[in-house]
């Protein structure tokens, strides 16, 4: 079982590039998420989906967009990278009251 | 907006002390949960509390759950050098869609 996975692990991007971040999951989970986190902080939530076709905002919506065609898969985009988007992202799917988390995408924009 | 308010924010302690860290918010939260995460890696849970006043133990960790679901702590018992790493609180509103996480209690057990 794969659980929560996200692709890439890294990527370096210029400023004003694009780039979208993976995430797919296997446990049928409705409820997915996107968090960044930067050094030294907590989880801060971008986007959330509740189910195939609905998504919503978090707390730091701005600079991203998501969109949710399928229960598996939850994407990430970046339409015009700026440094402030430099962090670590994290999806996530959850279950109930439990989340289960990918191991992350190391995004450093220079 | 929910708020998660952790602390402290760093603590260092030596191997075998006790220590308790803190999750505070002025909202009222349908469950609480608490994650560890380590270096490199994405969060896993530890425990979920649901019901005001709810106290659990895992092993030397102890959680409990405020009485009006508001807030949460954490206790440590004889702390290891395992312990090392982030800890999260969050908590699920009552619509029970989002997870808020606080900003974490980052702990450092010295041998």
């Known amino acids: 079982n794969a659980g929560v996975t996200q692709t890439p692990k890294f990527r370096i991007l210029k400023i004003g590039q694009s780039m979208t971040l993976q995430c797919t999951q296997d446990?049928?989970?409705?409820?997915m998420y996107w968090y960044r986190q930067d050094p030294g902080m907590g989880l801060k939530l971008i986007y959330y989906s509740v189910g195939a076709g609905i998504t919503d905002k978090g707390e730091v919506p701005n600079g991203y967009n998501v969109s949710r065609s399928t229960t598996e898969d939850f994407p990430l985009r970046l339409e015009l990278a700026a440094p402030s988007q430099t962090s670590v992202y994290f999806c996530?799917?959850?279950?109930?009251?439990?989340?289960?988390f990918g191991q992350g995408t190391r995004l450093t924009v220079v | 907006t929910q708020l998660l308010e952790q602390s402290p924010q760093f603590l260092s302690i030596q191997e075998g002390e006790n220590l308790t860290v803190y999750c505070n918010s002025s909202?009222?939260?349908?469950?609480l949960q608490w994650y560890r995460q380590e270096p490199g890696e994405g969060p896993v849970l530890l425990v979920t509390?649901?019901?005001?006043?709810e106290v659990k133990k895992l092993k030397r960790l102890t959680f409990q759950f405020g009485d009006a679901r508001k807030d949460s702590s954490l206790h440590i018992t004889a702390a290891q050098p395992g312990d090392t790493g982030l800890y999260l609180c969050a908590g699920e509103n009552t619509g029970g869609f989002k997870t808020i996480f606080g900003a974490g209690t980052r702990l450092f057990v010295k041998a």
């Open positions: 509390v649901v019901t005001g006043g």
């Open positions: 909202s009222v939260f349908s469950s």
């Open positions: 446990m049928n989970h409705n409820y």
């Open positions: 996530a799917s959850n279950a109930l009251t439990e989340a289960f």
